[in-house]
């Protein structure tokens, strides 16, 4: 049996050691939250799981604490669920995780949001993880999406390329009319160099204020690449000022 863990011990650190990008696929946890303060009172916290519905060990990376064996990967043993502590010292709150593209088929994730100061009200809001091979390099968009004063909206944009100085075209339209009410450049936020667990990332809260946007109550929200290189993934959050329920709007 010892002979079978250290022969694993080391398939799993020769595995690690590989560059992340050639063999495995990114998955996008597009929500990081341990405790974080928002409006009226309300304490986020977000939880993931993942779970290894093969026959096998797999080793997954993603930025977690190292305590004892220092490797990049974590095992999940087969038929395993585990709770994914991520950690995260960038100003970005979102993380890839890296799955071996053998493996990437038979895992499944969970992701779930809610406010803790409230968490007797409701158990959270469910939040797509997101595979790269559903990134977008051309515009697509987000529908139906409510503007009325008593919710507050914030739009999250995801860049599986991280390239320096990207930035990314949004536009917001009238949903019932077509019309275009507002057209914007916003710059990504980069991670930092040579940082593979991170995306470029960039937000806007509460953009249902905009001026442009008064008297509307409904809105197409269309995101377009501003280079070739760009692999994009949004999200909106609709979040009732009174009860803190939580909304997300994602594209179909």
Known sequence: ???????LLVVIIILAALPASAQSTRVLVPIVA??????????WTSEV????????????DY?????????PGVVVHSSEALDVAIL???????????????????????????DVSRQSDSWGTE??????????????????????????????IYDFEDRAGSGVRVQFFDMVTG??????????????????LTPAYVQLDQFGQATELA???????????????????????VTNNVTQELTMITPQ
Not at 63 to 71: A, G, M, N, P, V
Not at 144 to 155: A, D, E, I, K
């Open 215 to 237: 008297g509307i109550d409904r809105i197409r929200v269309r995101i377009s690449p501003t280079n070739a290189s760009q692999r994009l993934w949004a999200m909106v959050s």
């Open 1 to 7: 049996m010892r002979t079978l863990k250290t022969f």
């Open 63 to 71: 930025s977690h604490r190292c305590d004892t064996l220092c490797i």
């Open 127 to 156: 939040v797509p993880v997101v595979r790269e091979s559903r990134a977008f390099q051309s515009s697509f968009d987000l529908l139906n999406v409510p503007l009325p004063s008593r919710f507050r909206q914030t739009l999250r």
């Open 88 to 114: 995260t010292g960038s100003t970005v709150p979102a993380a890839f995780i890296y799955v071996p593209n053998e493996s990437i088929d038979e895992f499944e994730f969970g992701l779930r949001v809610r």
């Open 179 to 196: 019309r275009l009410l507002k057209d914007s450049q916003l710059a990504m936020l980069a991670p930092q160099s040579k940082d593979l």
């Open 34 to 43: 341990t405790g974080v303060s928002g409006a009226f009172d309300s304490q």
């Open 49 to 60: 799981v993942a779970f290894n519905a093969s026959t096998a060990p797999v080793v997954i």
